[in-house]
């Protein structure tokens, strides 16, 4: 089993300088002496949510254990201790949650809502739009268009409906623009068959199953500012323009450590801030090389810790940036290895739960913001 020490982040930010990376700031500098959160959570400044997605479902079931979230007692324990917020990593898709064209498998979205009443915690549903994980029933059905519509539309009244008050944010349309900011407009069914204004029936119909839950678009590689996140921009423009209910705009985060740190992305969340809408940091995660099934080196982990703590500074930095939510905390669970050959460690605990430096980042990068809000 690794080990991992503590150290603080001045120690990471001499070792990611040394590396030619820029320096993580001192966070903790400053602190008084006395007492000191043991937990994201208890760092968490008031009005600020930490959260991870909940493992399971997707790649879990087919790897050789059971079901991580009603089974792991340790996992459970550490998800209520650590988190102020929870998403369903695969729970509320499409081919989980409504498998059969009459058919609704509420049991594990429902246990994950039943767990954060019981908790205190925030929920985000994820997801109600995508041109993935969708059921076989669904994209190989022989419907027409007016017949798709209605499916949309009652699944949208139906799951929204059920939760209703119960959850927080729901990323009604996931990743409906492409790296070139082009519409899916093959891949994603509603939209192929039902045309663009699909997207904003979606938001109007979530919004009167639950008026009171903010809507977002949630997408990757939208981090900069770019072609993808432009199109974001000019859309929701569009749809605020029109009055269709868009509350937000989140950037998921999947990141690799063999690119380059997103730097405008404080400048790309301020820019959709601007528009009047709440951000959020929804899938946070930051994969590493590691071939052959190699252990991660102190300098790897120093360049991790370092983009999770700057991505946290961004969201922390934006006024209405709320929500961040790590895409699971744990290697045990992450999706990562199994759609990253040779890539991995990408969350901030191994699998046997020690805290990375990429934990400590966090937890001293909040509780700055939490004595500096006092």
């Known amino acids: 089993m690794k080990r991992y020490a503590r150290p603080g982040l001045l120690s990471l930010a001499a070792l990611a300088t040394s590396i030619c990376l820029a320096p993580a700031s ?5 602190v008084a002496a006395g007492w000191q959160p043991d937990t994201l959570r208890e760092a968490t400044p008031d009005g600020f949510v930490v959260g991870t997605a909940v493992a399971g479902g997707g790649h879990h079931e087919d790897m050789p254990y059971p079901d991580p979230f009603p089974n792991d007692r340790k996992y459970r324990h550490l998800v209520a201790k650590e988190f102020s917020s929870v998403s369903p990593e695969n729970q509320m898709k499409w081919e989980f949650i409504h498998p059969e064209p009459d058919v609704y498998d509420f049991g594990p979205a429902d246990a994950i809502v039943k767990f954060a009443a019981q908790h205190d915690q925030q929920v985000r549903g994820h997801t109600l739009m995508w041109h993935s994980q969708n059921p076989e029933w669904l994209e190989q059905g022989d419907y027409t268009p007016e017949e798709l519509r209605t499916i949309l539309r009652d699944h949208i009244k139906t799951v929204v409906g059920r939760y209703a008050g119960q959850i927080d944010q729901w990323d009604v349309a996931n990743e ?24 904003a029936d979606a938001f109007r119909w979530t919004h009167e199953a639950d008026p009171d839950a903010l809507l977002f678009f949630n997408d990757y590689g939208v981090e900069s500012i770019n072609a993808k996140s432009d199109a974001y921009y000019r859309l929701i423009q569009e749809l605020k323009a029109d009055g269709v209910p868009v509350d937000g705009f989140s950037v998921q985060g999947h990141l690799s450590t063999r690119y380059g740190f997103p730097g405008d992305l404080q400048a790309n969340l301020e820019r959709f801030d601007a528009l009047g809408l709440e951000t959020a940091v929804t899938e946070l995660d930051v994969r590493m ?3 052959n099934g190699a252990e991660p080196t102190p300098e790897q982990e120093a360049v991790q810790a370092t983009y999770y703590q700057r991505f946290l500074q961004a969201c922390l930095a934006v006024e209405n940036c709320d929500s961040f939510t790590l895409w699971g905390f744990t290697d045990k669970y992450s999706w990562v290895p199994v759609f990253f050959p040779d890539q991995g460690s990408a969350t901030v605990m191994t699998e046997e739960f020690e805290h990375k430096p990429a934990y400590d980042s966090l937890l001293e990068t909040l509780d700055a913001a939490r004595l500096a809000r006092r």
């Open 26 to 30: 001192p966070a903790n500098a400053g």
């Open 176 to 199: 409906i623009f492409d790296g070139s900011g082009n519409l899916r407009t093959s891949e994603n069914i509603w939209i192929r068959e039902l045309g663009p204004g699909i997207i």
């Open 289 to 291: 090389d590691l071939p």
